[in-house]
């Protein structure tokens, strides 16, 4: 295994990345590409439906040379995620994916990831969680992991995969953060859907990346060192990592924006950092959703301002830290806020994206706020079901009674 | 019991500024030999990057493992024949050589009491005790 940071030079680009390129990929396969771009020197993964093509992918580029990499073919997703912890422990750079009942079976493990503070980068394909034998789309597995200390991102499509894959490994590994990604699109919506994705040369990515490469080095995991990661932290010990660990996810906010940033001036394009507002400025009433739906929300919002009403759409990209000062930020002043959610919120009644849009009333204000649940299990988030939402909001806003927490269809 | 001096981590935890580097990385700080000092000297500095790195020999080692034990094992050197199974067994290691270069020992730091080289003894010569017996000389 050749550790990044030993590298000497820069390894010479594989042919079939040598040049930029556009190409009809899936979702899926944007996300495999996105990780060959970035040179991981450990791909440790387990195939589950619908992230299986990801390490297909992947593995056939380790196959054919493409991917120079230590690709640990491994025999459950805890292994694997305790195998991507190691490498980065180690040094390396390391990639991981899953989806549903992987995630959840790789539960504790991702909490020693978090808690090592080691900048994985994995991909979650979101797919509901076992209990109710759903192999369909739906955010409840990432939901499930969400106080795990873990940084984690949502795509809208598969440009965006490709795009936010690479820069994970630009926040995970950034000194500053030194926390695992997880990034998370929608399984079957995007997993399998098949768009043109304008995919950067290796060189570019290299040269994206090369920052990393200046920050003070990583300890190492090394045979024959006498360090240690993880071993114990009683008492104050565990206070001061937890302390550190809530810091940088702060910090996560700011950086991001950086980051994103600096991907436009390197790519030509940016997500809006955290969130994306779209028609937000002199909305009077605001939609929030996230991942696959936005596209859906997006058209339906500008037949909808064709019609006279001010709607607008807030995109949320970040869901852990939650982007809480752009939120409140984007939706301060409004009459009567949505929040669609593809998950629910056990024991608060509503949607987990409603409940932490909620919990911003004191600097939001207090107005209407309505939570629908939508698109579980691959129930389609379709234009009528978006138009009615944005109805009730509407009669919201107008002071007209309204239902709290809607389900669709 | 314990003197919680945690002021100096408190403080040192209570910002939320980019971490300033990795030289001094564990271990400088760390209090040497094995004296059981206050809590905060345990753990004051143990965390001197972002993550739980430490130096096995400067930090972990300081921390007494073994001091809840409920039972500590009695080597009867009479019945030994020092086959060294005690020594192969333990499952944290904390077997070491008596003073007199025959027989085997405890480090009492670290030995959990869980009794695997009483039970893998073929002599039958460690006898597990109530740690309770020893109150009166209790190291901590």
Same mark, same amino acid.
């Given at each position: ?229 993880? +071993?114990?932290?009683? #008492? ?6 937890? =302390?550190? &660990?809530? %810091?940088? !996810? ?120 309505? +939570?629908?649940?939508? #698109? ?6 379709? =234009?009528? &079901?978006? %138009?009615? !939402? ?20 | ?140």
């Amino acid at each position: 295994m050749t550790v990044a940071s030993e590298r000497p030079g820069v390894a010479p680009a594989p042919s079939v990345a040598a040049e930029k390129q556009t190409k009809v990929i899936t979702g899926n396969g944007a996300a495999a590409w996105a990780a060959m771009l970035c040179r991981p020197d450990v791909v440790a993964a387990y195939p589950i439906t619908p992230q299986s093509e990801v390490i297909e992918q992947l593995a056939k580029f380790h196959a054919d040379g493409v991917l120079d990499c230590e690709y640990v073919t491994v025999e459950g997703e805890n292994s694997a995620q305790n195998v991507v912890c190691a490498a980065t422990m180690a040094g390396g750079r390391a990639y991981t994916a899953t989806s549903s009942y992987g995630l959840v079976y790789m539960y504790d493990a991702m909490f020693n990831t978090a808690g090592y503070r080691a900048p994985v980068v994995m991909i979650n394909v979101n797919r509901e969680p076992p209990g109710i034998h759903a192999v369909c789309s739906g955010q409840q597995d990432m939901i499930s992991v969400r106080d795990t200390g873990w940084v984690q991102l949502i795509c809208e499509n598969c440009q965006e995969i490709l795009d936010t894959t690479i820069m994970a490994f630009r926040l995970a590994e950034d000194y500053d953060i030194q926390l695992p990604v997880m990034v998370n699109y929608d399984g079957y919506y995007l997993s399998f859907l098949a768009e043109s994705v304008e995919i950067p040369a290796i060189s570019e990515v290299d040269d994206y990346l090369e920052v990393l490469k200046s920050q003070p080095p990583r300890p190492q995991l090394l045979p024959g060192s006498n360090l240690g990661c993880g +071993s114990h932290g009683i #008492g104050m010990g565990y206070v001061e990592l937890r =302390k550190k &660990h809530m %810091a940088a !996810m702060e910090r996560v906010k700011t950086k991001l924006e950086e980051i994103d940033g600096g991907f436009e001036a390197a790519f030509g394009r940016s997500y809006g950092g955290q969130i994306e507002e779209y028609r937000t400025e002199d909305a009077d009433i605001v939609l929030v959703t996230s991942g696959s739906a936005v596209g859906t929300a997006r058209e339906v919002i500008d037949a909808k301002r064709d019609e006279g009403i001010k709607v607008g759409l807030v995109k949320l990209r970040l869901y852990r830290p939650w982007p809480r000062e752009r939120l409140s930020a984007a939706l301060k002043g409004k009459k009567a806020i949505g929040v669609l959610d593809r998950s629910i919120c056990f024991g608060w009644d509503c949607g987990p994206f409603y409940m932490e849009t909620r919990a911003l009333t004191p600097e939001i204000g207090i107005v209407p706020m309505l +939570s629908f649940i939508d #698109g579980l299990a691959n129930m389609d988030i379709t =234009k009528e &079901h978006i %138009a009615g !939402m944005i109805d009730d909001i509407q009669a919201a806003s107008e002071g007209r009674p309204y239902q709290q927490v809607t389900w669709l269809p | 019991m314990v003197e919680r001096d945690s002021q100096a981590p408190r403080a040192a935890a209570s910002t939320n500024e980019a971490p300033k580097g990795h030289a001094a990385m564990g271990g400088g700080q760390a209090p040497a030999g094995h004296a059981p000092d206050s809590r905060a000297a345990q753990t004051e500095g143990i965390f001197q990057t972002e993550a739980c790195w430490s130096i096995s020999s400067g930090d972990l080692l300081c921390l007494h493992t073994g001091d809840w034990r409920t039972e500590r094992p009695i080597f009867v050197k009479e019945k030994c024949n020092a086959c060294g199974f005690c020594y192969i067994y333990c499952p944290i290691q904390c077997i070491v050589d008596d003073e007199d270069g025959i027989h085997y020992a405890v480090d009492m730091d670290y030995c959990k009491g869980c009794g695997v080289c009483a039970k893998e003894c073929p002599k039958d010569a460690i006898v597990m005790t109530a740690e309770g017996d020893y109150a009166d000389d209790c190291r901590i």
